[in-house]
């Protein structure tokens, strides 16, 4: 008897932001719509919410969106579950994938230890996991549950149920980090994992590791469910917003920038994207680095002539 073939695994190519880069809500609002329009997969917003800089609350951001667009999917990249309550967060993400008839892909995380949020809301950094483990429990059971009593170190729920559940019968819960503790936290609850600043080298040990214990634990993970972000330039090395981006890097993380953003022409941002395709990632968040509301509309419209009709060719997306 023939084996029936094997699916290759989808390739989408979404796109995010960190830092609001427009000087007015109707500039974000074109570059939602030039989103939408061009066949833009999805839309990630990072999450942040204590610091001068400007940052749209996830949240509020994707309930928006999901009122403003048709077709696009969006998430959030990541949430911080330390930050926040799981019931307030599972019912938060259930109305969304509700009223947007189930687009939403919730990607949650314990938050970075550096972090502003931490000293101004005077947070303990050390049960940022446990709390974390916990919170995705919770959220997971609200989801699919009638009922939810639970008893943990930092949560207590009687009988707590949410209503109307997500459209979604199993809500994407993409889950962020690279450490042994994200790991084994990715194969216990979620159903994809969105990589940071890990390099293709860097992805590919942990995403063999989290299908090791997904495995241990009994569960799957769909082989196009691992995904990356990567910042990204069209043009040359030496422009001005993406060394301000990648000095920046540098400062924060003390990395070499080079190994994190993807700076050049199409040819170059392909090839980074390859690269984590042979690693095993097929889910990709691209963010645009740019200068005012021109440039940012300008790279995103340049990006998707330029780089997703490529991908679209390049790797195309069987028929069911």
Not at 299 to 311: A, G, L, N
Request: proline share 5%; hydrophobic share 40%.
């Amino acid at each position: 008897m023939t084996e029936p073939r094997r699916k290759a695994p989808k390739v989408s190519v979404g796109m995010g932001i960190m830092e609001l880069p427009f000087t007015s809500a109707d500039a974000f609002w074109r570059w939602i719509d030039l989103c939408e329009e061009g066949g833009v997969d999805s839309i990630w917003q990072s999450d942040r919410l204590i610091g001068r800089t400007p940052v749209l609350e996830s949240l509020s951001a994707m309930a928006a969106i999901a009122g403003r667009t048709h077709r696009l999917k969006f998430g959030m990249n990541v949430v911080s579950l330390a930050f926040r309550d799981p019931v307030l967060l599972a019912k938060q993400c259930a109305t969304i994938d509700y009223l947007s008839n189930g687009r939403l892909l919730p990607a949650l995380g314990i938050g970075s230890p550096m972090g502003a949020e931490w000293k101004a809301l005077n947070l303990n950094t050390k049960t940022r996991g446990q709390r974390a483990d916990e919170a995705l429990e919770i959220i997971a059971r609200l989801w699919r549950e009638d009922s939810v009593t639970y008893e943990g170190r930092h949560f207590h729920l009687s009988g707590a149920s949410i209503a109307p559940r997500p459209v979604q019968a199993d809500l994407p819960m993409w889950i962020g980090g690279s450490s042994e503790a994200a790991i084994r936290r990715t194969a216990r609850y979620g159903t994809g994992w969105q990589a940071g600043a890990e390099t293709p080298a860097e992805a590919k040990r942990i995403i063999a590791a989290i299908k090791t214990a997904t495995a241990e634990e009994g569960r799957t993970i769909d082989e196009d469910h691992y995904g990356v972000n990567i910042p990204f330039r069209l043009g040359a090395a030496d422009d001005p917003a993406i060394q301000r981006a990648m000095e920046a890097y540098r400062q924060y993380s003390g990395r070499d920038p080079a190994d994190y953003f993807a700076v050049g022409d199409a040819a170059a941002i392909l090839d980074r994207i390859a690269a984590y395709i042979d690693a095993g990632a097929y889910k990709f968040v691209l963010r645009p680095t740019a200068s005012g509301d021109e440039d940012m509309m300008a790279q995103t419209t340049r990006f998707i002539d330029e780089v997703i009709s490529k991908v679209a060719a390049r790797w195309p997306r069987e028929q069911s």
